[in-house]
């Protein structure tokens, strides 16, 4: 069995918005036939509700396949400062979903969306409480041995990998641990509005070297504040969760074709397999 994972990131609804990007992605869903769709956060610009309710017209317009959302920290009123202080997510649970840390299992997948936005403690940074993390080792406990566990969040839990300066969100390491601990195997991200693909032993060394967490940023998907080399370049990525292995396509929009098209593909085995030429074909990246 795989279940396929579509993941997007960072629409910001509202100025950058670019709305030929948003229709080519209508386009492409379609073809790449998810199982799932994550959406990691800055649905909005500015959370109005004209955005707000803009996300909502666009999400209502996806194939009829489960969607998980987790909000962004530009989801949060900025300027409003009572809204920020007292009511930060009432337009996003009023419009989008009021389930701000959502769960979804299906197929061979576990996901679990954590809030990372902190509107009374960090403006961009965001941050995890120790309660969520209390409540991932619950919900991970009583899953299945042989389930593909995906945690969904909106800040990084890696530092910037290129030469746009980025810190992980505070308390990253602590919280990779305890991912780690718990079977993760896979992180979806965004904020960084550039890409990237690795293992989180790439920066933390973490308890088990024999293990990691796979992790997945994604780029914006559909605006115009792309960065570094993502400098106005809109991504997504294809998540394919099997028995076995797990594979990351990344796929770039092309302005010329008005397409989203496949640029690499990352083949990882699942924690506790190796790969098996005879039954994967060759790895490709």
């Known amino acids: ?169 505070p308390g990253a390491r602590r919280a990779i641990d305890c991912f780690v601990e718990q079977k993760v195997e896979i992180i979806l991200g965004g904020h960084l509005h550039r890409s990237y693909i690795g293992n989180s032993l790439d920066f933390f060394p973490g308890h088990h070297r024999d293990r990691g967490v796979i992790i997945v940023q994604c780029g914006t998907t559909t605006s115009s504040r792309g960065k570094g080399r993502e400098r106005e370049e809109n991504t997504l990525n294809l998540v394919e969760a099997g028995l076995d292995t797990i594979a990351v396509t990344h796929y770039l929009y092309y302005e010329a074709s008005a397409r989203f098209m496949p640029i690499s593909k990352h083949l990882f085995p699942r924690q506790g397999r190796n790969f098996n030429p005879a039954k994967q074909g060759s790895p490709a990246s």
């Open 1 to 169: 069995m795989t279940t396929r994972i579509l993941h997007i990131s960072d629409l910001h609804f509202g100025p950058p918005f670019v709305t030929a990007v948003g229709e080519a992605l209508l386009q492409t869903i379609p073809s790449l036939e998810p199982d799932v769709i994550v959406v990691s956060g800055d649905l909005t610009q500015r959370a109005r509700r004209d955005q707000f309710e803009a996300a909502r017209q666009f999400f209502d317009r996806f194939p009829d396949v489960p969607l998980l959302i987790v909000p962004g920290n530009h989801d949060v009123a900025l300027w409003r400062i009572f809204e920020r202080l007292f009511k930060p997510h009432a337009l996003y649970c009023e419009i989008i979903t009021p389930d701000l840390n959502p769960v979804l299992r299906t197929g061979n997948v576990l996901l679990v969306g954590l809030d990372s936005t902190a509107p009374r403690r960090s403006i961009s940074n965001g941050r995890l409480d120790q309660h969520q993390l209390r409540s991932c080792e619950k919900i991970f406990a009583e899953a299945p041995e042989e389930i593909t566990r995906i945690v969904v969040a909106h800040h990084q839990f890696a530092p910037g990998h290129d030469r746009v300066f980025d810190l992980a969100m």
